[in-house]
């Protein structure tokens, strides 16, 4: 595709319940990070992937936060039991020659 | 690795020039400079590599610092079209391939 894409746009959670957001980077690109952005914050690392090896899961929050790129293109971000404090927008980015690519994010909002 | 923005706000008329500021007491391989609009994610708009370095795209131009700690993003001549959230993005020297965003500044252009 012409851009990084990410879906669902918007996703409303009760407490307790898994989600899963995908994103979609664009074609060939090695890299992909996930970011979670909290409401008037700048977003903040979550993990890194380099084709399907996951090199970096520093910035998970919790192990209640998993994510996957098992082919090497499409990732999925899971929460599990989430919590209202997990309410942010997730942004997906995609790199290639160090500049980074994002997509429009998946706002979760969790009641 | 914290990276402080500065101004949080900046509300300008049509035509007048801003500038932001970033700095923190970390050093970075690299910073960026990004743009948000709401309901997106950050659209790139200047990267910086090397210390010291100036750069511009049309009408924006940013420089990194000698010490690589510190950034400024110009803008001249404002349209209402760029309004929005601006960030600083940094790569940490030594968190790999990670990007720290500042807090972001939101302008405002009044016609």
């Known amino acids: 595709g012409a851009g990084v894409s990410q879906s669902p746009r918007y996703k409303v959670a009760k407490r307790g319940q898994d989600v899963a957001l995908r994103c979609d980077p664009i074609s060939g690109h090695v890299s992909l990070f996930w970011y979670q952005q909290a409401l008037g914050q700048g977003p903040e690392f979550l993990t890194y992937f380099q084709n399907e090896a996951q090199l970096d899961k520093s910035g998970l929050p919790s192990d209640r936060f998993f994510a996957e790129r098992p082919e090497g293109s499409v990732s999925t971000l899971k929460i599990q039991r989430t919590q209202k404090e997990d309410s942010a927008v997730y942004l997906c980015?995609?790199?290639?020659?160090?500049?980074?690519?994002f997509g429009p994010g998946t706002r979760l909002t969790v009641l | 690795q914290l990276l402080e923005q500065s101004p949080q706000f900046l509300s300008i008329q049509e035509g007048e020039n801003l500038t932001v500021y970033c700095n923190s007491s970390s050093v970075f391989s690299s910073l960026q400079w990004y743009r948000q609009e709401p309901g997106e994610g950050p659209v790139l708009l200047i990267a910086?590599?090397?210390?010291?370095e100036l750069t511009s795209n049309g009408r924006l131009t940013a420089q990194f610092g000698i010490t690589r700690k510190d950034s400024f993003l110009n803008i001249s001549a404002s349209i209402p079209s760029d309004v929005g959230i601006y960030f600083c993005?940094?790569?940490?020297?030594?968190?790999?391939?990670?990007?720290?965003f500042g807090e972001g500044t939101q302008l405002t252009v009044n016609p």
């Open positions: 993005a940094g790569r940490p020297e030594t968190s790999g391939s990670r990007l720290t």
């Open positions: 980015a995609s790199r290639t020659q160090g500049i980074g690519f």
């Open positions: 910086l590599y090397k210390a010291g």
